[in-house]
């Protein structure tokens, strides 16, 4: 696949320091069906659902629905199409944020609009309807969720998976994605995941004692769960193992937390290697100019990256 839109250079390290702090909030932030929520909806026009049939029939239409290069190769086609997408922090925050209850989290779905784990999920979600010959908004939406939730099922805040490193973990018990990180080598990261509890006052929905509780208790229950993170300066190594669409978490040092962004490994028309993501910096969803290993070079506090691949699941 050839990809026509903007990229962007490596960022510098005063952008990544804020990139940081507002992607792990993002990722250890971030809702029942019937009360789904689409965010870009205006005077009853739909951009969302416009998009959903848009990309669903471009992949139906060019064949990438039905190639067997790989399930990865379909998402990474809609990351393309949504290449020039907004950045947007915290949407996923948003209802707690006007009032609502996090005992009861509604699901939010948007195309027009996205963070790094939010583009994931909806190139995944897009992938998998268009794969199955059903594109309704509904399915789109049970795509999401089962990715989004632990076990796949939608209770409140504390049945996300704030961590990123337990998103990767939880599809891989259902068959959604391949965990790579022991076949590329990847070192036990075994810290301990506190940042959230740690950090209390940054997440609205943990002055709810419920709820502060349940992410108490998760976090403890992670402990028994290493993560595998494939350190920077073996990347060059396996570079060549990684394929496009893979999904990938950007481990960090940051004390009690595992990952603090999300994107996909992009290999451009002349195979080289490089990231697919929803940044902070530039605002937009972008391929970016530097190759995977010089992009994670380039992050202070990084220890490497979590490696996933997608399943059709």
């Known amino acids: 696949m050839t990809f026509t839109g903007p990229v962007s250079p490596p960022l510098s390290r005063r952008t990544l320091i804020k990139t ?10 971030p809702a029942p069906l019937s009360a789904c929520r689409i965010k870009g909806a205006v005077h009853g026009v739909d951009p969302s659902r416009a998009r959903l049939a848009e990309w669903t029939r471009v992949l139906q239409t060019e064949g990438v629905s039905r190639s067997e290069s790989g399930f990865g190769g379909q998402a990474i086609r809609v990351g393309e199409l949504a290449v020039g997408t907004p950045y947007e922090p915290y949407t996923l925050e948003s209802y707690v944020r006007s009032g609502g209850s996090p005992l009861q989290e509604p699901l939010i779905l948007s195309l027009t609009r996205f963070d790094c784990v939010t583009l994931v999920e909806a190139c995944l979600a897009v992938a998998r309807v268009a794969d199955e010959g059903n594109s309704s908004w509904e399915r789109f939406g049970r795509e999401v969720e089962r990715m989004r939730y632990r076990e796949g099922r939608r209770r409140g805040y504390a049945s996300r998976l704030h ?66 993170v494939i350190p920077t300066k073996r990347i060059p190594q396996v570079v060549e193992r990684i394929e496009t669409g893979d999904v990938l ?53 990084s220890t490497g990256i979590l490696v996933a691949r997608p399943l059709r699941g």
Request: charged letters at 30%; hydrophobic letters at 45%; zero cysteines.
């Open 163 to 228: 961590y990123f490193s337990e998103w990767i973990a939880d599809g891989a018990k259902r068959g959604l994605v391949e965990d790579m990180g022991r076949e590329l080598g990847g070192a036990e990261d075994a810290r301990p995941l506190r940042f959230m509890t740690e950090n209390r006052t940054k997440y609205l929905a943990l002055t709810h004692e419920n709820v502060f509780r349940e992410i108490a208790a998760i976090e403890r229950r992670l402990d028994g769960h290493p993560r595998r």
């Open 249 to 301: 978490g950007f481990a960090t040092e940051i004390s009690g937390l595992d990952v603090t962004h999300a994107a996909f490994a992009y290999r451009d028309r002349d195979d080289t290697l490089r990231v697919l993501h929803a940044p902070l910096s530039g605002g937009v969803v972008e391929v970016t100019r530097a190759t995977l290993p010089e992009y994670v070079a380039a992050i202070r506090r």
């Open 20 to 29: 940081a702090a507002a992607t792990a909030a993002a990722l250890v932030f």
